[in-house]
């Protein structure tokens, strides 16, 4: 229990950190009327930050489920996720 505990800590900290990230983000496109590296940094940042919490708690419903093909929906969903932030990065 208190691991558990310990664990909803630390996504609600990784949660609050993503929002301070986009907020500095919309505030320095605000202010520079273009988007500089920082500002794309960050917006990077608290999108990986906001994908990967929401992944961590669609596992639990995927889990929860008994048919294998809510997982390969979810696997196939979590690739091109990675795929479609990996990719422009190349750009």
């Known amino acids: 229990m208190m691991s558990d505990l310990k ?11 993503g929002l301070i990230f986009v907020a500095v983000s919309l505030t320095l496109n605000a202010i520079f009327q273009d988007q500089g590296l920082l500002a794309l940094v960050l917006k990077t ?3 990986v930050i906001a994908y990967s919490l ?20 979810y696997i196939v969903a979590i690739i091109l996720v990675a795929v479609f932030i990996i990719l422009p990065l190349f750009r």
């Open 45 to 47: 940042v608290a999108e």
């Open 54 to 73: 929401t992944a961590y708690y669609a596992f639990f419903y995927v889990r929860s489920k008994r048919n294998i093909t809510w997982l390969i929906i």
């Open 7 to 17: 664990g909803n800590r630390f996504f609600h900290l990784l949660a609050y950190i």
